[in-house]
């Protein structure tokens, strides 16, 4: 069964620190990976995707993540964070099956608090 | 154009009550996804569907949960009887499934904030 793992439960950052998030999944096969965003009251936002090509995929709102196929990760990362990234960030899998219809499972979300 | 709607969006209820939650996916998407979050547990996938059939319902806690999808447009989630420790935001979401089409982004609802007492 495909799961995935976020490292990072908790991280505080100062504005202009650099942010870097974890994430590890597990599962044989071709994968889509996701990020989405979670603002405080609000509902999940896509932040980017991976689904085949260049492994350096470059989001909104200056994010970008690194697929590693060899160490099963796609790290979210960000040079430079703002006050108004403070959120939820959750990295998602769909294994890749001959239809694309398998569900999508979600980490357990890491919370990202900004101090201005 | 209208995003996921779900309704209702703040429910307050007590212990042995029915709950419904109801969600209408974006028009054109043939896959339906029920998802609870908690602080404890996250973002759990209770149920999805392709295209009004459930296909996983690993997820649904025990048979007090039930979820139905009588057509492409509607799908509801069932609690009964409900309890304190279903309290939780349940979040549908819908994108298009298949092997020609779609790029498996799912899109959100803004979430059933439910609490039980």
């Known amino acids: 069964a495909q799961s995935v793992s976020q490292h990072n439960h908790h991280v505080i950052l100062s504005e202009a620190a650099s942010l870097e998030l974890g994430c590890n999944y597990s599962?044989?096969?071709?994968?889509?990976l996701f990020w989405y965003v979670q603002y405080p009251g609000q509902h999940l936002q896509l932040l980017l995707k991976?689904?085949?090509?260049?492994?350096l995929v470059k989001g909104i709102k200056g994010f970008e993540a690194e697929f590693i196929k060899s160490k099963f990760s796609f790290n979210l990362r960000k040079p430079s964070v703002q006050w108004s990234d403070t959120a939820e960030y959750f990295c998602?899998?769909?294994?890749?099956?001959?239809?694309?219809?398998?569900?999508?499972?979600f980490g357990q979300g890491t919370t990202l608090q900004v101090k201005p | 154009d209208a995003g996921v709607i779900q309704s209702p969006r703040h429910e307050v209820t007590e212990m042995g009550q029915e709950v419904t939650l109801r969600c209408k996916p974006i028009s054109g998407h043939n896959s339906l996804f029920w998802y609870r979050q908690t602080m404890m547990r996250g973002l759990e996938l209770l149920i999805y569907f392709n295209n009004n059939v459930p296909i996983d319902d690993s997820g649904m806690p025990e048979d007090r949960f039930s979820a139905k999808m009588p057509n492409a447009s509607f799908s509801t989630l069932k609690i009964q009887p409900s309890e304190p420790r279903d309290s939780a935001v349940y979040f549908c979401a819908s994108r298009i499934a298949g092997v020609l089409s779609g790029t498996g982004e799912l899109f959100f609802g803004e979430g059933s904030r439910l609490t039980v007492l």
């Open positions: 599962y044989g096969g071709t994968v889509n």
């Open positions: 991976y689904f085949s090509g260049d492994p």
């Open positions: 998602a899998v769909n294994a890749k099956g001959s239809s694309n219809t398998g569900k999508l499972i």
